[in-house]
Structures are given as structure tokens and as C-alpha cells.
């Protein structure tokens, strides 16, 4: 099985994200038949929570045993719980709410009035991620990462040209002075991320073409970040029309 990246377009940010729902739903439901606990990293942003939404109003939903389901996020803004800003909460109320899950298969990064300093909260993440690992590791092995990417490039709080894309000794880091408001984050580090089995990343709108059309280009990881990511079986970019504008044509599927 190849683990080349592959991108994948689809007309319209709407069909887009049924698209993807779709596809992993059904990948869901392959992953439990074949072993007992899937992990699943989520993102933020419009179209991450346009997918779980997508989710959520697919009748195909019901047929999942969620309680099997664990579910992580990428990063996260060190604001306090329950804030608009928050991806948990975005993740929540696109599909999480209505899936009635176990608590203890949720798995939220701290928040700011948790009680915890920043860089406290990272190493608490850290140990929680150690706790579901197998022995050995540091941290699940993640079946699906869902990611956004900036027009920057940035995936996860990982930014260009900032000393977070390479890291490999944490697998989780504190994230001061962000580019992108607010300042303070926390995130996975690259090679957790790059450990999972897929990889799939959500882009859409004319704003994001030069950053995929640069990484899949060859740019360095310092410039812009997502050219350093890819997962151990399977990197996908799940693209509209205008993100894919400067894609070769060569790397292109068309999803319709």
C-alpha cells in the first residue's frame, strides 16, 4: 500500500465536505471490524466542522458503535472552556453532542481556567496521550488525523517559520506568540501527527492554492509546514476547485 499524498477535488466546499463525511464513515466502520478502539484527531476551523457536520446528518452515522470511537484534537487556543474559539467546542457542536459518547472517550486539551499554566497543560496532554498508548509508545497510534492547513501553510498551531514544525522530542508543545490570534496554544508536534495511519486534509477556497501548491512542490517544512506532513499509509488532501488552482495536473483526482 502507497503511502504517496493524493489530492482530491470536488466542485464546491458543500459536496466537499459530504464527500469526506462520507469517506469516513465508511472508513470507520472498516477500522472497527478489524480492531477493537479507533483514534481520531480533529481539527478546527470552517471546513472541519462543515465534514462533522456533514456527519452528523448522514442516517450512515447510526451504524458506527461511537463508543468504540476515541476522539483527539491536533491543537487548540488557550482560552477557557466552553469558548466560541475553542475547536472542542466547534467539534461539539457539529457532531460530538449528538453521538452520546463515553466521557472518558473524549479527550480535550486543558483550558486556560483549568487551573493549569501553559506549559503545564501541554505536559498534561502529554501524559494523557501516554496513558492510550500501546507499550512502548508515546501515544495512540491515531487511525485517521483530520488537519486544516492556513494559507500560510501552518497545520495544527505547527507556523512557518517558527521553531514548533521542528520539534521531535515533545509530543506536545506550548505555543507562545502565535502569528494567528490568540498568542497562546497548544498543539502536536509533527512527528505525532506524522505517525498516524492517514492523514487527511481539509482545504477549500482560493486562498489556500499557493500553500498546497508549494507543498506538494517540495517546499521546506520551515517555510511552510504542511510539506513536512504525511501519514505511515495514507496522505490525502481533500480539495474544492479553487484550492486545487495550482496543483499539477498530474497529482489531480477528480472526486466527481
Do not use: C
Amino acid at each position: 500500500m502507497t503511502n504517496e499524498r493524493r489530492v482530491l477535488v470536488h466542485p464546491d466546499k458543500a459536496t466537499l465536505a459530504g464527500a469526506v463525511a462520507a469517506r469516513f464513515i465508511t472508513k470507520t466502520l472498516d477500522l472497527l471490524d478489524a480492531q477493537p478502539i479507533v483514534h481520531i484527531v480533529l481539527t478546527g476551523g470552517s471546513m472541519g466542522s462543515a465534514v462533522l457536520e456533514a456527519v452528523a446528518s448522514s442516517p450512515a452515522r447510526m451504524s458506527i458503535d461511537w463508543s468504540r470511537v476515541h476522539f483527539w484534537w491536533g491543537d487548540e487556543r488557550w482560552v477557557p472552556a466552553g469558548d466560541a474559539d475553542r475547536n472542542d467546542r466547534q467539534s461539539h457542536e457539529a457532531l460530538l453532542d449528538d453521538l452520546d459518547l463515553p466521557a472518558e472517550n473524549l479527550h480535550p486539551f486543558p483550558a486556560s481556567d483549568s487551573g493549569l499554566t501553559l506549559d503545564e497543560a501541554a505536559a498534561a496532554y502529554a501524559a494523557e496521550l501516554a496513558e492510550h498508548a500501546a507499550e512502548g509508545l508515546e501515544h495512540p497510534v491515531f487511525d485517521i488525523t483530520f488537519l486544516g492547513v492556513g494559507p500560510d501553510g501552518h497545520i495544527a498551531s505547527l507556523f512557518p517559520h517558527r521553531s514548533g514544525i521542528s520539534v521531535t522530542d515533545q509530543t506536545v508543545i506550548a505555543v507562545r506568540e502565535s502569528p494567528k490570534p490568540p498568542p497562546e496554544r497548544l498543539s502536536l508536534t509533527r512527528p505525532v501527527i506524522n505517525s498516524s495511519q492517514r492523514v487527511w486534509m481539509v482545504l477549500a477556497g482560493a486562498d489556500k492554492a499557493s500553500a498546497l501548491g508549494l507543498a506538494l512542490a517540495g517546499a521546506s517544512r520551515d517555510e511552510v509546514p504542511v510539506a513536512g506532513i504525511k501519514g505511515r499509509r495514507r496522505t490525502v488532501f481533500f480539495v474544492d476547485g479553487d484550492a486545487a488552482a495550482e496543483v499539477p495536473e498530474a497529482l489531480i483526482a477528480r472526486d466527481y
